[in-house]
Nanobody, 122 residues
Framework: QVQLVESGGGLVQAGGSLRLSCAASGRTFSRYAMGWFRQAPGKEREFVAAISWSGGSTEYADSVKGRFTSSRDSAKNTVYLQMNSLKPEDTAVYYC???????????????WGQGTQVTVSS
């Protein structure tokens, strides 16, 4: 099991940028695919982005393609989500996730962080 702690959320105006970070504990970080999900009030949790254990493969939800970028730094046991051109509809609690593969993460979930709030004002 890997423990995850997100940071970097906040309030930003539409069109602005934020970078979320997710610090993972444990020596097996490099074995896990990492990802981001979000949940807006009254809505189900939805997939946002994911990056493979090697960093060589990424996947994004259609709603964020071209605006969000996921990366990882294995030396720091940290994964990032760079969010540009933010829109009010991006407002949600963002959760970091870890699983053995991206496919597993998207279908079954995985280990979760506690979440960080992102609010985009219009």
């Amino acid at each position: 099991q890997v423990q995850l702690v997100e940071s970097g959320g906040g309030l930003v105006q539409a069109g602005g940028s934020l970078r979320l970070s997710c610090a993972a504990s444990g020596r097996t970080f490099s074995r896990y695919a990492m990802g981001w999900f979000r949940q807006a009030p009254g809505k189900e949790r939805e997939f946002v982005a994911a990056i493979s254990w090697s960093g060589g493969s990424t996947e994004y939800a259609d709603s964020v393609k071209g605006r969000f970028t996921s990366s990882r730094d294995s030396a720091k046991n940290t994964v990032y989500l760079q969010m540009n051109s933010l829109k009010p509809e991006d407002t949600a609690v963002y959760y970091c996730a870890a699983a053995l593969t991206i496919a597993t993460m998207r279908t079954q979930g995985g280990s979760w962080g506690q979440g960080t709030q992102v609010t985009v004002s219009s």
